[in-house]
């Protein structure tokens, strides 16, 4: 319940002063004697004294008895004088003092020491208590001899009634009343009358002060229908016990005469300002007071009204940010003179709030181009919806605003319109944003505005513009050559959802920032703008632009179609969003010289027509910034070049992460097409990223005229590959550079390092030109597939950095890059970055061959390091190859057999490595080998299942392995002198081998001429020794030497074995074989063994001749293969042959070519009558050595 209280009575200045201070001190102040507290034995002997005053409740009407006295004051003084006032002071102990009192103010003379409470109460000459006061307490003693107290008095408990008259002229148009309280709902009804005059009676209401709203219509029908009152007032009402209310309490209020009676006269209503003002097309200005019902006719009227009443400050308490003055147009509302002042509809601090409010399809305000339409200044705030502002017009102003005009405040459009309006010499057609002024956009529509600049909206600098919806569409400049079609910003704009569409300008079709300006866009789209000259089809910036979210498409231009960022304050910063489905000139994104450009995860660049995704500018010394931390850039297209980017010269592109694929360079023009997924001419640096793909919808794609650079165009300067992957990327049928193409260009500085890779599926074209190596590689080799314009011994691909860490060279870096391979040739990047190849052709038995002659050691290093490079696994196919030694040659420890992989040649069980498949032909020339420093040894491959023939092993001294520890399972520690594996389909001829090797730290089997034998050894001799020092039994089947193999599961066939076998230890139980020596072959897994033969003694275990020779066994030890033909001889001369017994060679021998061993060898080649076979001649040391 709402209660107001005021003091009763005309006071002098002393006492009036009292009452507005209810702790101040009583009017009189007496001489008290001291006196001890109540406590002490004196204290009823001594007294106090106690004054205070009264404060009245006050109200609008009251009974009789309260509102009596006459009064120019709106909350009038009752008159007391005839009610009784008494006050009560009771003490602790329940003794009781009273005083009587005239309602003003009351004394106490006679208190003792004690603390007393103390109530005032007002009765009826009848005796009914009408009003009383809270309870006080006061405390008296000797420190506080005199108090002081106020008393504030209430409606007592219990009910009174109501009877009041509400009165209207009958000329008022008044017809019918309303009331209602917010604090009883028994004080509510309604009444039509045709008497001007209506009663409230109401009986038994609770006492109190009650608020009390009477709203006076014309009719009943009018408030049913919701329309606003023609007058209303609110009143405040006191009820007290036993009375009635009946009188209205005199004021300055127009309604209540100075005699207390309630009338509403016509004058009441015609100045009665009702918080919404109505216009109307056709109404009668004449008789209008701005209601629904009598609504003004033009806007003038209604703005002079509303002027009126805010200066006057009618309503003033009413009017907040949420319940405005509103201001209701139904339709079209023309203005009729020029406009004066700012605008049709100026709103400052007067008005403060405002509402235009349309009502109905079609309200309009038309300003008929007479003037600006909406003004808004100092701390107001405007809002519109539902209205279409129209023909607002701006002739002569420099600045703007030819619709609205916010030079300070706020203005926010929640619906509606702003359509054809203008300013000639200036910015924002449709709306201007002055400094300081604020324009909040969530819904509705401006178009077909024109202005200088910011044909739909201009901010200026620290103006602020924030748009949650709504469409900005079709507006144009006055002139062809200025900015901001849609907006124009200087100051701050912020874009969460809405359109900015179809609109022109020279630059900036759709939105223009300038040097101050922040446009931050978190969703909503700029789409559709054009023009046919000019850059930043949809947004051009000199500011500053960060892009959250939303999407910038389909716009053109002749650069930048969908955004251009210029001038050094030119800053962009992509967080999320779409640029997409642009077309123009230069890019869908442009960013000239001193701009910079960020992208980053979760944006998209993409679909962007003719010119590509992004072109950043530049001169020689300067250019435009992009920097690429995430995010994808795809399925762009340049009629040109570089489909997804173009780097100028000088300009800088910096790409971190993301994706950069499926664009396309078309090349529709003469050498162009180049880049489809980069053109660079500046400086390109990628530390991460992908460009391309590993699906075939990914790759970047170079076409047309040029076709080159699938992925990456190098034209000029610097393009640093320092991470990332570049994969997927194609060219055309007849391109070239499908991952990277390199133009011949002194100044151009490829550098590769860290974890860049070019995946196999792209090339490296290096016209004339080569890749820099900037620090250590650590990516997957091959890190990049090498296709040189010229295959010669000149061409430098690889260089290094300067300066460079000293761990990094040529040498440690060149194996991890690869060649494209030459039809018919074979080419190798060597240690110092140079190409080395073979080009040579060469015929064997009607076959021709890639030639490869070995004149030096040189030349065999090289060969071995192209077929490890250009063959280095299973796959590879070498059957084209035919490799001859041209003369004698003396290896070194840097010399890697074929397919060992590395220097130590070390190959695991299931290890992948290359395998002969041509033709080695040793010519009858020796190879010496140096050293053994290594745990896998073979001079021409690890498995050979072509030809090896015509070569002779020699060793200058006893080699020995240098590996100090005992060999492990799960490594093929091994030795073959010729090869490590003869496969099924592999032949060795003529081939002797006068290696010896001591200490072999042998874990499974080692031979003179290979360590396995599947396919055929023909015609070979062994002179070297093997001295054999492993001592462990790992179970199974290890271990196993021989002179030829020591493991034969092919066929052997007239060889001879001069060199010691020796193995420390046999192992030989039902399960296990190891440690074998046999002096052609240790172990048979079902071979066969012809027509060879060895000297008698030269196998050892321990130190002792054994009496192993040819062991055939199977893996359950029983004897398996054939031995044929194969016999003995006495010392490296002895010429004379033995047969094999049954114990050497499983079964007595005979010996089919006689017992001559010289004329034994020469009779099998004799009668086989191969011409690849070579004879055999007395040795000097030996009896019979191959014939060279």
């Known amino acids: 319940m709402k209660k107001a209280f005021l003091t009763l009575l005309s006071l002098t200045a002393a006492t009036l002063l009292l009452l507005l201070t209810p702790s101040c001190s009583g009017l009189v102040s007496p001489t008290v004697p001291d006196s001890d507290s109540e406590s002490t034995p004196n204290a009823e002997s001594q007294r106090y004294t106690l004054s205070g005053s009264f404060s009245m409740p006050s109200a609008d009407a009251a009974p009789q008895e309260i509102s009596a006295l006459s009064s120019p004051q709106r909350n009038a003084i009752p008159d007391t004088s005839s009610l009784t006032y008494t006050v009560e002071a009771k003490r602790s102990d329940g003794y009781t003092e009273t005083t009587a009192s005239d309602g003003s103010t009351y004394t106490f003379t006679n208190l003792t020491a004690g603390t007393w409470q103390i109530t005032a109460y007002a009765t009826t000459t009848s005796g009914t208590r009408v009003m009383q006061s809270e309870t006080k307490s006061v405390t008296l003693s000797n420190a506080n001899p005199y108090a002081t107290t106020s008393l504030t008095m209430a409606p007592a408990s219990g009910s009174g009634n109501i009877a009041l008259t509400i009165n209207w002229d009958p000329n008022s148009g008044i017809g019918y009343c309303e009331w209602n309280s917010s604090d009883s709902p028994a004080l509510a009804g309604s009444e039509e009358s045709t008497s001007s005059y209506v009663t409230i009676n109401l009986n038994g209401l609770s006492s109190g002060t009650y608020s009390l709203t009477l709203s006076f219509y014309t009719s009943q029908a009018s408030a049913t229908a919701g329309l606003p009152p023609v007058y209303e007032c609110t009143e405040y009402i006191s009820v007290y016990p036993g009375l009635t209310t009946n009188k209205w309490t005199a004021g ?146 420099t600045v703007g605003g030819g619709g609205v005009y916010i030079d300070a405040g706020t203005f926010t459009m929640n619906s509606g319109t702003i359509t054809s309006s203008q300013t000639v010499n200036g910015g924002g057609g449709g709306v201007y944003v002055a400094t300081g002024g604020e324009f909040v956009m969530n819904n509705g529509t401006i178009s077909a505005n024109k202005a200088i600049k910011g044909n739909g909206v201009y901010v200026d600098e620290d103006g602020i513009f924030t748009m949650n919806g709504g469409t900005i569409s079709a507006n144009t400049n006055n002139t062809s050559t200025y900015e901001g079609g849609g907006v124009y910003c200087d100051g701050i704009f912020t874009m969460t959802d809405g359109t900015i569409t179809g609109n022109t300008a020279t630059h900036g079709k759709g939105v223009y920032i300038d040097a101050n300006g922040e446009f931050t866009m978190n969703g909503g789209s700029i789409t559709s703008n054009t023009g046919s000259t000019g850059s930043g089809g949809g947004v051009y910036t000199c500011g500053t632009f960060t892009m959250n979210n939303g999407t910038i498409s389909a716009n053109s231009a002749t650069g930048g179609n969908g955004v251009w960022v210029t001038s050094s304050d030119g800053e962009f910063t992509m967080n999320g969003g779409t640029i997409s489905a642009n077309s123009g000139q230069s890019g869908a994104v442009y960013v000239n010289t001193g701009a910079e450009f960020t992208m980053n995860s979760g944006s998209t660049i993409s679909s962007n027509l003719y010119s590509g995704g992004v072109y950043i500018s530049g001169s020689s010394t300067s250019g435009g910034t992009f920097t690429m931390n995430g995010g994808t850039i795809s399925g762009n297209t340049a009629t040109t070049d570089g489909g997804g980017v173009y780097v100028g010269n000088g300009a800088i592109f910096d790409m971190h992460d993301g994706t950069i694929k499926e664009n396309t360079a078309l090349g529709l023009s003469e050498h162009t097409g180049e880049g489809g997924g980069v053109y660079t001419a500046g400086t390109f640096t990628m530390t991460g990223g992908t460009i391309g793909g590993t699906s075939s919808d990914d790759a970047n794609k170079a076409q047309g005229s040029s076709k080159r650079g699938g992925g990456v165009y190098v034209a000029m300067n610097t393009f640093n590959m320092h991470g990332g992957t570049i994969t997927g990327n194609t060219t055309e049928a007849g391109g070239q550079g499908s991952g990277v193409y390199v133009e011949n260009n002194d100044t151009i500085l490829f550098s590769m390092k860290g974890n860049a890779r070019v995946a196999p599926s792209n090339d490296v074209y290096l016209y004339f030109n080569k890749i820099t190596i900037a620090g250590q590689i650590t990516a997957t080799s091959p890190v990049a597939t090498i296709t040189p314009t010229s295959y010669a011994s000149t061409s430098q691909v690889l260089d290094i950095a300067a300066p460079t860490s000293p761990t990094t060279t040529i040498e440690k870096e060149y194996k991890k890059f690869a060649l494209t391979e030459k039809t018919n040739e074979i080419w190798i990047i060597r240690k110092t970055g140079k190409l080395f190849g073979f080009t040579d052709t060469a015929t064997y038995n009607g076959n021709t061959y890639i030639g490869m002659k070995a004149n030096t050691a040189d030349d065999l290093v090289e060969f071995m390091e192209v077929l490890n490079s250009c063959y280095g696994d299973s796959a590879s196919d070498t059957s084209n190859l035919f490799v001859s030694i041209e003369a004698d040659i003396s290896l070194g420890s840097d010399y890697t057999p074929y397919g060992c992989g590395t220097k130590d040649y070390s190959v695991k069980p299931g290890d992948t490595y290359g395998v002969f498949k041509g033709v080695f032909d040793g010519k009858g020339h020796t190879i010496t080998v140096g050293e053994i420093n290594t745990k896998q040894f073979s001079v021409i491959c690890a498995k050979n299942e072509g030809i090896i023939q015509n070569v002779k092993l020699s060793s200058s001294v006893s080699l020995s392995t240098d590996d100090d520890k005992e060999p492990t399972p799960g490594f093929y520690f091994s030795f073959g002198a010729i090869c490590g594996i003869n496969g099924a389909n592999g032949i060795i001829r003529n081939c002797w081998n006068d290696v010896s090797v001591d200490d072999l730290r042998l874990f499974n089997r080692g031979g003179g001429i290979c360590r396995d034998n599947h396919g055929i050894i023909e015609n070979c001799i062994n002179t070297g020794n093997l001295n054999c020092t492993m001592t462990h039994n790992w179970g199974g089947i290890y271990g196993v030497v021989g002179g030829i193999c020591g493991y034969n599961s092919g066929t052997i066939k007239n060889c001879v074995n001069y060199g010691e076998i020796k193995l420390p230890t046999v192992y030989l139980t039902t399960t296990d074989i190891s440690g074998l020596a046999g002096s052609i072959c240790s172990y048979i897994g079902g071979g066969a063994v012809q027509n060879c033969y060895w000297r008698n003694n030269c196998v050892y275990t321990g130190q002792t001749p054994s009496w192993q020779n040819v062991l055939v066994y199977n893996n359950s030890l029983v004897r398996k293969g054939t031995v044929s033909g194969c016999g003995y001889f006495d010392g490296n001369t002895g010429t004379t042959l033995s047969a094999g017994d049954a114990t050497s060679c499983g079964s007595a021998q005979t010996l089919t070519n006689g017992s001559n061993l010289l004329n034994a060898l020469k009779k099998y080649v004799t009668d086989k009558g191969d011409s690849n076979l070579k004879s055999w001649k007395s040795g000097g040391s030996y009896s019979a050595v191959l014939d060279f």
């Open 252 to 397: 300055t209020a127009p309604h209540i005469s100075a005699s207390g009676d309630f009338s509403v006269t016509p004058a009441c209503v015609e100045t009665f300002v009702y918080r919404k003002i109505y216009v109307k097309q056709v109404a009668d200005d004449s008789n209008a007071t701005g209601t629904s019902e009598r609504p003004f006719a033009t806007i003038e009227q209604a703005m002079a009204r509303l002027n009126e009443a805010a200066s006057n400050g009618i309503r003033s308490g009413q009017i907040t940010a949420t319940t405005p003055w509103e201001l209701h147009v139904t339709g079209t509302i023309t203005a009729t003179e020029p406009i004066s002042g700012d605008a049709l509809i100026r709103v400052d601090d007067t008005i403060a709030y405002l509402a235009i409010i349309g009502e109905g399809s079609g309200a309009t305000i038309d300003a008929d181009k007479k003037g600006t339409i909406v003004y808004v200044g100092g701390d107001a705030s405007v809002s519109m919806q539902t209205v279409t502002l129209k023909n607002g017009y701006d002739p002569t102003s």
